[in-house]
């Protein structure tokens, strides 16, 4: 266990559909991550969270969103799905409290989403 | 050109091998250089972290990272089947909490 936490680990939709995805940070790290992985294209970062606010922004598109709330977990909302969002959409924290510091990120074990 | 290249593979060798894994880039900016090994259906984790360029080692694992050059090498010393996994490397430019780029990865199958 990472201490990194995902939610739910599979989700079944269809196309025009919602979607939340749940993340949970170690204890501890202020800084949420959300990365989308798929065969062709890898590991893709969509937007990163600092302690409640938007820090970076990748390559997200306009109808995904994400939101960090005061507790600290992280929602990355998906509409409009389409066939091509399948994927594994993954949530990383890192960090702690000394901002100097990169030793990485920590990993939760992905949602998998299928867009039907 | 992307910002990391890496061969995905997949990469077999019998067990005891040693293996080695690299990657190039393009931004002579990144200064922090990490492997991730990714199990099938799992997520990321962190393998080796090197600052800079140079070399680190932790029991069978070493990185070394040539900034002159752009290029990044993990290497495996007696691989055992349990190193099965895509390895991917990944940097970033900053300390603290900047994000991280990843290469694509490299699939390893180790043989018994």
């Known amino acids: 266990d990472s201490g990194v936490t995902q939610t739910p680990k599979h989700l079944i939709t269809a196309t025009g559909q919602r979607v939340t995805l749940r993340c949970s940070p170690r204890?501890?790290?202020?800084?949420v991550y959300w990365y989308q992985q798929s065969l062709d294209q890898g590991l893709q970062f969509l937007i990163q969270?600092?302690?409640?606010?938007?820090?970076a922004k990748g390559n997200i598109l306009e109808r995904f969103s994400a939101q960090q709330f005061p507790d600290l977990h992280s929602e990355l909302n998906l509409s409009s799905l389409e066939l091509g969002d399948s994927a594994l959409y993954f949530c990383?924290?890192?960090?702690?409290?000394?901002?100097?510091?990169?030793?990485?990120?920590?990993f939760g074990s992905g949602t998998r989403l299928t867009v039907v | 050109q992307k910002e990391v290249e890496q061969d995905p593979g997949p990469l077999s060798v019998p067990e005891g091998a040693i293996v080695s894994l690299n990657c190039t880039y393009s931004?002579?900016?990144?200064?922090?250089f990490m492997w991730y090994r990714q199990y099938s259906r799992k997520g990321p984790e962190l393998l080796m972290y090197?600052?800079?360029?140079g070399n680190k080692e932790d029991g069978r694992f070493t990185a070394q990272v040539d900034k002159s050059s752009k290029y990044i090498s993990l290497f495996i010393r007696d691989s055992q089947p349990s190193d099965s996994a895509t390895y991917l490397c990944a940097m970033s430019l900053n300390s603290g909490y900047s994000t991280l780029t990843f290469g694509k990865g490299t699939m390893l199958l180790v043989s018994p």
């Open positions: 090197t600052y800079s360029s």
């Open positions: 969270y600092y302690n409640g606010e938007e820090r």
């Open positions: 990383a924290s890192s960090g702690g409290t000394d901002i100097t510091l990169n030793y990485g990120y920590t």
């Open positions: 931004n002579s900016a990144f200064q922090y």
């Open positions: 204890s501890g790290d202020l800084s």
